[in-house]
């Protein structure tokens, strides 16, 4: 490893500062505390004249349609998922459908709280620009009532002379829909609950019945058949139960419509491991075999006790497929995958120990077993604990990792390394100094003294960095990369 070179070298901080938009508001589901409330809600709607209800549903059609699109149809689909607690009556005039759909409804605001630790990658769409300018996705954690954490989304471009613009965002968001019918790879299915320490006979006895590619409802009818639920009585195989609908509903598939833009899309925790939140996605445009591409993320879930690092799969922005990551070295937050295979491998950053930064290879993108040291914190910066800021960026002179470091009074500063091409478990040069650090506009926020991100992107020769301040809003910095490739020899 070269010694850090002694020149001290920061980015230049270029703009622009993003917000969180309160006004973008989703129409979530709301669910009362108990059956019994909601069943009485449903009595007092039911026992309003129709000429009420006609007055009430229109009152609230213009004040919230201009909010949000199609709010009808939304309406409309919560009365179906909520319409058991109806007696057995005649079925309601289309009107007090949608007006009981309407109590079981509620705006949430995922950027209320927060918009930060941001993630930068290309657009897969290139078309119709300038010579020399770069289309980009930028994901970012939103954070909003009960701190919940989503991904959320924006759009721009970054021109010849490296000025970012922004596309203005949608002012309808929106959530996706669940693929009907996404297919379990039988073998991966099983592996993965070995791997979780459920497999037991009563697994095998569900598989048994199964396809090699299986749906979600043949796995249900499955269970039901088995003679065995989750209610059983025979502890072991209640635990196996739960375990594999456990996993099941933690890898699913969604698609938001083709026609809806990028800004308007938002990933909210739909899965058990992620009913607190979904944090600090690390993108990243991954060269496949065949030179096509696939964006990945991992990104950490959050159940309100336990984080559990997980995998985002998606070609276009539109279809996300949600998977599970299992081996023992699945654990802590930060992993960040390379963008290619190296030599033959997949290989991922990890930090397990909470302190230094590790490496490691699998042959399978969802499995990973035994880690490597590569990186220890070395400057008083960086005493307390380092980690990666997203994906390796591949280099001429070798892989481009930007880091972070935590020192005093828990401050967060942003550093960078750089690892070899072909053997990435050797460092071949690193920053000694920060190259950004919280100034005084940045020093205040949800988590004070905090600079972080997500992940970067080359243009050209410069190195694009958005950069989240003191977990409250976004803004951008940029560095070149031969000067910062030559402050790490």
């Not at 991904?151 to 490296?162: D, K, L, P």
């Not at 970012?164 to 009907?180: D, G, Q």
């Not at 960040?336 to 120990?353: E, I, T």
């Amino acid at each position: 490893m070269l010694p850090p070179a002694s020149s001290t070298l920061h980015a230049r901080r270029i703009g622009p500062n993003l917000s969180p938009d309160r006004s973008r508001v989703l129409m979530r589901p709301f669910r009362p505390t108990t059956d019994d409330i909601a069943r009485r809600m449903v009595a007092r709607v039911m026992a309003l004249p129709e000429d009420e209800v006609a007055r009430l549903l229109g009152q609230l059609l213009g004040e919230f349609a201009e909010r949000h699109e199609q709010v009808e149809g939304i309406f409309r689909a919560r009365f179906a998922e909520v319409s058991h607690y109806l007696e057995a009556v005649a079925p309601p005039s289309p009107e007090r459908m949608l007006l009981l759909g309407a109590y079981f409804t509620h705006e949430y605001s995922p950027e209320s709280a927060a918009l930060f630790n941001p993630s930068m990658v290309p657009h897969p769409d290139q078309s119709g620009l300038p010579k020399g300018a770069l289309r980009f996705i930028l994901s970012l954690r939103a954070t909003g009532e009960g701190h919940i954490s989503s991904i959320t989304f924006r759009t721009g471009v970054v021109s010849a002379r490296h000025r970012i613009t922004l596309t203005p965002s949608v002012p309808f968001v929106t959530e996706p829909e669940r693929v009907p019918n996404a297919a379990y790879a039988k073998g991966l299915f099983a592996h993965k609950l070995e791997e979780a320490g459920v497999q037991n006979e009563f697994c095998r006895r569900v598989l048994d019945q199964l396809r090699e590619d299986f749906t979600l409802k043949e796995l249900q009818l499955a269970l039901l058949t088995s003679g065995l639920t989750v209610d059983t009585s025979d502890a072991t195989a209640a635990r196996a139960a739960r375990g594999i609908l456990l996993l099941a509903e933690s890898n699913y598939e969604v698609r938001f419509a083709p026609e809806s833009r990028v800004s308007q899309r938002v990933l909210f925790p739909s899965a058990p491991s992620q009913s607190n939140g979904i944090e600090d996605a690390r993108f990243v445009r991954f060269r496949n075999e065949d030179d096509s591409y696939t964006y990945y993320a991992t990104y950490t879930a959050y159940d309100g006790k336990i984080t559990l690092p997980q995998l985002l799969e998606t070609t276009d922005f539109v279809h996300f497929k949600f998977s599970t990551l299992n081996g023992p070295a699945v654990q802590n937050k930060g992993m960040a995958l390379f963008p290619r295979k190296v030599r033959g491998m997949y290989v991922m950053l990890s930090r397990q120990d909470d302190e230094n930064i590790l490496l490691m290879v699998s042959d399978n993108i969802r499995f990973w077993q035994t880690p490597t040291v590569i990186l220890a914190p070395e400057q008083p910066w960086e005493f307390i604990k380092i980690g990666n800021c997203g994906s390796p960026i591949e280099t001429e002179a070798g892989w481009l990792v930007l880091s972070h470091g935590v020192g005093a009074m828990r401050k967060y500063c942003l550093g960078a390394f750089l690892l070899d091409l072909n053997d990435p478990t050797v460092v071949v040069g690193r920053l000694r100094e920060p190259l950004l650090s919280p100034n005084e506009a940045e020093r205040d926020g949800y988590v004070p003294n905090v600079v972080y991100t997500c992940g970067a992107m080359l243009q050209g020769r410069e190195l694009i960095i958005p950069y989240a301040m003191s977990d409250s809003a976004t803004s951008f910095a940029a560095v070149s990369l031969d000067e910062l490739l030559s402050a790490m020899r």
